[in-house]
Nanobody, 124 residues
Framework: EVHLVESGGGLVQAGGSLRLSCVAS????????IGWFRQAPGKEREGVSC????????YYAHSVKGRFTISRDNAKNTVYLQMSSLKPEDTAVYYC?????????????????WGQGTQVTVSS
């Protein structure tokens, strides 16, 4: 069973940085996709970044490109989302999942497992 646990959320001022972590278990870590998604109050969930282990490709939504960086540490079965130059509009609950969906950028066909989410709040 795939199990994902996010951490690293918190309160930060605009312009600041946070690093989110997604610890994964229950699947072959060398052959996976991990997507980061977010959902703000009253808004639909959106994909913000994706990592494909099979070809080490990374994908980003236009709204975060150049500010967010996705990376992995295989030894720790962990995928990170480094978020910099944060804006109040980045405020949301952030989830990692074993699937990717960024409209117009990348999409995986099969639904995956999801973590419980971690809150990110960016103050102005």
């Amino acid at each position: 069973e795939v199990h994902l646990v996010e951490s690293g959320g918190g309160l930060v001022q605009a312009g600041g940085s946070l690093r989110l972590s997604c610890v994964a278990s229950g699947f072959i870590f060398d052959d996976y996709v991990i997507g980061w998604f977010r959902q703000a109050p009253g808004k639909e969930r959106e994909g913000v970044s994706c990592f494909s282990a099979s070809d080490s490709r990374t994908y980003y939504a236009h709204s975060v490109k150049g500010r967010f960086t996705i990376s992995r540490d295989n030894a720790k079965n962990t995928v990170y989302l480094q978020m910099s130059s944060l804006k109040p509009e980045d405020t949301a609950v952030y989830y990692c999942a074993s699937e990717c969906s960024i409209p117009g950028v990348v999409s995986t066909p099969n639904p995956g497992s999801w973590g419980q989410g971690t809150q990110v709040t960016v103050s102005s």
